[in-house]
């Protein structure tokens, strides 16, 4: 699929392209799966992406399948494998990818290929929030963006750490997706009410994830107790919740803003691929698309009707 300009999610059209041919230590897959984040479709809409592609290019930086090229330098012992890997920022969305040898990550045989590319941007990200908050047993918890790729994680994360978690999501279909995965309290925060309903329960908060930014971030940051934290994982609303650092002292507010080395983020994403693999962790798929309809998925993501995670179906 080739991004060739920028614009609605129609400027994704299906096009050829050679065969990728691994380098020296690289590896060729043969994609099974892509996987399909908000920042993609920031980008390609020229929304608020933290970088912009160069055109033409195809998109994707998530993928799973199997090796079946070893090029000079990488592990022979790699053909043949199910792996899920970033492919550097750009061609993901194809039937091959040629990528670093040294970013693979073999998937665990009690894992799902599916599962575990649902898992390989979402899920370290849900893990490097965990380990910045820091949610212990009996603290209050907040998740926004609740029903999403990270939020469905971060409920089911922090519920295991023993906090009580208030699930925040647009619309009823996506609360009851964060009841189901054993929120204790689910609210709607498209209604004027909701973080009325979040105080009347919870009381203060001890920590706020923040996965919208805008007001409803900042209105989140507003239910901390004095000693609680705030880190960001997401801009769904199209800007961070900007608090100021004046303000969140004044309120004994830490925000934490988590800048993980390369080794930490592999680190996350090992330990998201053996959670699930052990059936502690469920990545929620709740869209599947053909790779020739990522026009669709992109839409799909942009008018919030997503749940969890959107998967390309390449095979």
């Excluded at 992109?298 to 390449?314: C, N, Q």
């Amino acid at each position: 699929m080739w991004l060739k300009e920028l614009g609605g999610p129609e400027v994704l059209l299906p096009g050829e392209a050679p065969d990728p041919v691994p380098g020296p230590g690289q590896v060729l897959v043969e994609v099974e799966f892509a996987g399909i984040t908000f920042v993609e479709t920031q980008y390609r809409s020229a929304g608020p992406a933290p970088f912009r592609p160069e055109l033409p290019v195809i998109p994707g930086n998530g993928v799973g399948g199997v090796v079946t090229r070893v090029g000079e330098g990488a592990d022979p012992g790699l053909a043949g494998k199910r792996v899920v890997t970033s492919t550097g920022g750009s061609g993901g969305y194809a039937e091959l990818a040629a990528v670093d040898a040294a970013g693979l990550f073999v998937v665990p045989a009690d894992l799902a290929l599916d599962a575990a590319v649902a898992l390989l941007a979402d899920g370290r990200t849900a893990m490097m929030m965990r380990a910045a908050a820091a949610p212990r047993t009996g603290e209050r918890v907040l998740v926004e963006a609740a029903a999403g790729g990270v939020g469905t994680l971060l409920v089911q994360l922090a519920k295991a750490a023993g906090a009580w978690v208030v699930a925040a999501a647009g619309g009823d279909r996506k609360t009851a997706v964060a009841r189901d995965l054993g929120a204790d309290l689910a609210v709607d925060y498209t209604r004027p009410d909701w973080s009325g309903r979040v105080r009347e329960a919870a009381g203060g908060l001890d920590v706020v994830f923040d996965g919208v930014g805008g007001d409803i971030g900042r209105t989140a940051f507003e239910l901390l107790a004095s000693g609680g934290r705030m880190v960001g994982f997401g801009l769904a609303s199209g800007e961070w919740a900007g608090v100021s650092a004046e303000r969140a002292a004044e309120r004994g507010v830490t925000l934490l803003s988590p800048a993980p080395s390369p080794d930490a983020i592999r680190a996350h994403t090992l330990d998201a691929l053996g959670e699930a693999a052990a059936g502690r962790l469920r990545p929620v798929i709740g869209q599947r698309f053909p790779l020739e309809r990522a026009a669709d998925a992109h839409a799909a993501i942009e008018s919030r009707a997503s749940i969890g995670k959107t998967l390309l179906e390449v095979r």
